[in-house]
């Protein structure tokens, strides 16, 4: 029987739709096919499609990228400060439900606007926020995050030198990808079993892929070793319960 997962981030690369350098990089293609292509191996049954610093404010291959995968998927977007609350419910009726900060590659300037920005999409249609971020970065963070209502981090927080930071975090409330386990620089089960010990609700599965960047991309195994640290119970919450219940929370 194939796993049954919510896969809490991925990216969609359509060439048909803008692209942006970003440190001289640009992403090869990757389609909603391909994807499917790679996931053939288990029973996705949801997702998040997340836009990437590549993407910049193009909204346009996001709401493609959700119609084509179904109503099982929802779309984590990355937004100008002025945005206006139409265009959020805009979005959100195509299926965005976050809105994300790509603070390691987007620059320390998006802290100034990040407050402001997750709090109203926040009060116009109950988005919550997303960070890519390294986790020792978070202890000059913390106020900030505990003024928003909801907050979730990506890929465990890259590093082991972070890891008592994110667990303060999570013991907060927040939320963790458990994704890009080839991006980061700590032992990978360790900190699986340590977030999910600190509250079992708060790691969400992602794949990452196509996993752009990473020194080690998405694996099979990645799988395996959730089931592996967190036994039956734990990994079907991580796999797919947690992230299925946080995002259906947003629609």
Do not use: C
């Not at 907050?151 to 667990?167: F, N, Q, Y």
């Not at 620089?185 to 960047?213: H, Q």
């Amino acid at each position: 029987m194939k796993p049954k997962l919510f896969d809490a981030h991925l990216h969609i690369i359509d060439p048909a739709y803008p692209l942006i350098q970003n440190e001289g990089y640009l992403p090869e293609p990757y389609t909603v096919n391909d994807y499917l292509l790679d996931m053939k191996a288990y029973h996705v049954a949801g997702g998040a499609v997340v836009s990437g610093s590549f993407q910049g404010y193009d909204q346009s291959y996001l709401t493609d990228a959700l119609a084509s995968l179904g109503p099982g998927f929802s779309g984590v977007t990355q937004l100008p400060p002025e945005t206006p609350s139409e265009e959020i419910l805009r979005l959100h009726k195509a299926g965005v439900r976050a809105v994300r900060f790509n603070i390691k590659r987007g620059g320390r300037k998006m802290l100034e606007q990040m407050e402001d920005t997750a709090l109203h999409v926040y009060d116009t249609a109950g988005w919550h926020a997303e960070l890519y971020i390294d986790a020792v970065d978070l202890p000059e963070l913390l106020p900030v995050l505990r003024r928003l209502p909801a907050v979730s981090i990506d890929h465990l927080g890259l590093t082991e030198e972070g890891l008592p930071d994110l667990l303060r975090f999570v013991e907060q409330g927040g939320r963790v990808k458990a994704s890009g386990f080839g991006r980061g620089n700590l032992d990978v089960k360790k900190a699986l079993i340590s977030l999910y010990d600190a509250d079992p609700e708060a790691l969400m599965f992602g794949s990452d892929l196509p996993s752009t960047r990473a020194p080690r991309p998405f694996q099979h195994e990645d799988v395996q070793l959730i089931i592996e640290a967190l036994g039956n119970e734990g990994s079907s919450k991580v796999l797919y319960d947690n992230a299925a219940s946080w995002y259906k929370k947003k629609s």
